[in-house]
Nanobody
Framework: QVELVESGGGLVQAGGSLTLSCIAS??????????MGWYRQAPGNQREVVAS??????????NYSDSVKGRFTVSRDNTGNTVYLQMNSLKPEDTAVYYC???????????????WGQGTQVTVSS
């Protein structure tokens, strides 16, 4: 199994910065964590992807949602088990619960499992 623990949420004024972190504890047999990233969900809204990092033997792929591109930076350590989200120029629209996400893939197959953290609140005041 994979357990995810997020930290770094809080209250910040518009235009400020905040950094989130997530550490994955992996115990799945014959699985590795291929993707780690961040989703967010505001009250009354659907959960949406924010950013992700996918690491394979062929390289690393980073994706951002259009709403955060240019303001947020996602990174992952070389063990593949820690992901960060550096959030700059924060806007009130960024207020949401942010969830860490991980996808584990079974070796020598395409089978995948998805895992979610408990979420951390980010509030941006106007």
């Amino acid at each position: 199994q994979v357990e995810l623990v997020e930290s770094g949420g809080g209250l910040v004024q518009a235009g400020g910065s905040l950094t989130l972190s997530c550490i994955a504890s992996v115990t799945l047999s014959r699985y590795r964590v291929r993707t780690m990233g961040w989703y967010r969900q505001a009250p009354g809204n659907q959960r949406e992807v924010v950013a992700s990092v996918t690491s394979t033997t062929g390289g690393t792929t980073i994706n951002y949602s259009d709403s955060v591109k240019g303001r947020f930076t996602v990174s992952r350590d070389n063990t593949g088990n820690t992901v960060y989200l550096q959030m700059n120029s924060l806007k009130p629209e960024d207020t949401a619960v942010y969830y860490c996400y991980a996808q584990a893939v079974r070796m020598f197959s395409s089978s995948t499992w998805d895992f979610w953290g408990q979420g951390t609140q980010v509030t941006v005041s106007s």
